[in-house]
């Protein structure tokens, strides 16, 4: 019989029956003769180099690529060198954007502007406190929270305060703006707003009535564009936080109920720290929502396809869960670049290993629930149809699986040697893999050595007749 692997089932005290996601696996809807889809492991990362500082965000401009790094902002070229530009101060994550002759870097609430030679502070006094801000129409726009500000269209460097406007259809306060099809969206806390520029002497925005969203975001960076429309972690009113696509005044939620209640773990302030960034790769269309003790990842492109919504979970430990050691992606000469939130070092994802900079990272999974009518079963064999023989050379890596037949308390791991280097016919299979009395769960786990891809986990099962 064939257990379906790009999802797996648990259970808690609730009780409730829980979705376990692929850990460091992508799920591939794909058919190839064996399944409808796959696991392959998740992309490695490689350290490029090293900078002042950690990594708060990251932008190509002009064909170079630029990130911001504890206090400074670098430019990194091909050969990994790392060139300051400047000073930008302290702060939490940072924006960047840029117009057609500058780019701009809000930092700790404060606004720069890079033109390639020289990097500059704005200080007119009427620009307050900058939350965020984007570049549109040759504006850059910008919130303290209350009012939307734009600069003066022949001086970037020069606000004038007749020219505020404000997003009041709700008295909650503006957290984000994201410019989309030349359309400014203005994401407060619980409502979404977006304006259009129609010109005049104050300010030149206006409100589009017919597309404000009733749910909003819940920082500055757990916001972002995806397929074409707003993607955002928040809620509306009065309501858990969930992650929306907000498009056309209406938002629809693509978090499942595993991931709400895994929200549900954290705090309204560290939710509020939470980044949310889009990659378009290889027919996947990821999302990356980057929680404080792991990331976990939407695919937009393998949700229609298997008719489900598709997530996975990144984490940069080898037991249990850690942070995400990438960040702030960026593609730049060919390659996807990632900075590190806990030190600082910088890399780049690579599709041949699994490791993190050097470092062995766990990767898992589970399955859907092994159900005879409540007449058991024993399990003679199990056989995990994979693509092996893809390891480093030198490497001899081993794979585990373990039962529960209560969703809750597993048993012992039962190891296995993956295969070698070259050793592409080596078959997984265990053997007298013992019974289940009503119902039987199946998980499975292994490291970045063992750098496989697993298509189908076939079992050889005899009923029992009681």
């Not at 936080?241 to 938002?251: M, Q, S, V």
């Not at 037949?405 to 299979?429: C, F, N, P």
């Amino acid at each position: 019989m064939q257990i379906p692997i790009l999802n797996g089932i648990y259970t808690d005290n609730g009780p409730d029956f829980r979705t376990s996601y692929p850990v460091n696996l992508v799920p591939v809807p794909k058919e190839q003769g064996v399944s409808n889809g796959y696991l392959r492991p998740a992309d490695g990362l490689v350290a490029f180099g090293t900078g002042p500082g950690i990594s708060r965000g990251a932008i190509n401009w002009n064909g170079g690529y630029y990130r911001a790094m504890g206090t400074k902002l670098v430019k990194i070229d091909q050969s990994s060198a790392t060139v300051p530009v400047g000073d930008i101060g302290s702060g939490g994550e940072c924006t960047l954007d840029y117009s057609f002759d500058r780019l701009a870097i809000s930092s700790g609430g404060r606004l720069y502007y890079y033109d390639g030679t020289t990097l500059t502070q704005v200080t007119d006094a009427d620009l307050g406190k900058v939350v965020d801000f984007c570049w549109i129409d040759g504006y850059f726009m910008t919130t303290d929270g209350e009012s939307l500000i734009v600069t003066e269209l022949n001086n970037p460097f020069a606000i004038n305060p007749l020219k505020y406007g404000s997003s009041e259809a709700d008295p909650d306060p503006v957290v984000a703006l994201i410019r989309l099809r030349s359309e400014v969206y203005a994401l407060n806390r619980y409502t979404i707003e977006v304006f259009d520029n129609i010109g005049g002497d104050f300010f030149p925005f206006q409100r589009v009535s017919g597309a404000q969203i009733q749910k909003g975001s819940i920082g500055t960076h757990s916001c972002c564009v995806f397929i074409d429309a707003i993607a955002f972690l928040g809620s509306g009113r009065n309501e858990a936080p969930g992650i929306y696509i907000g498009a056309n005044a209406t938002a629809t939620k693509i978090s499942t109920q595993e991931i709400d209640l895994l929200l549900k773990q954290y705090t309204e302030e560290q939710l509020a720290t939470v980044k949310l960034e889009a990659v378009n790769d290889r027919s996947h269309q990821h999302l990356y929502v980057h929680l404080p003790d792991r990331t976990v990842v939407y695919d937009a492109a393998a949700s229609r396809e298997l008719e489900q919504q598709v997530w996975f979970t990144l984490t940069s430990s080898l037991v249990g869960f850690s942070t995400y050691r990438a960040r702030d992606f960026v593609w730049c000469y060919d390659k996807w670049y990632c900075g590190d939130p806990t030190s600082s070092t910088h890399g780049y994802f690579s599709s041949t290993i699994g490791s993190h900079y050097s470092n062995d990272v766990r990767w898992e999974f589970g399955t859907m629930i092994v159900y005879n009518e409540g007449r058991g079963a024993i399990f003679h064999e199990l056989e995990l149809v994979a693509l092996t023989g893809r390891v480093e050379f030198g490497k001899d890596p081993q794979i585990s699986t373990s039962y529960s037949v209560d969703g809750e308390t597993w048993g012992q791991d039962h190891s296995i040697k993956a295969g070698a280097a070259g050793d592409r016919l080596k078959r997984l299979v265990w053997l007298q893999q013992g019974h289940m009395r009503n119902w039987r769960l199946q998980r499975f786990r292994g490291d970045s050595q063992s750098h496989i891809s697993m298509a189908r986990l076939e079992a050889r099962v005899e009923p029992l007749a009681y």
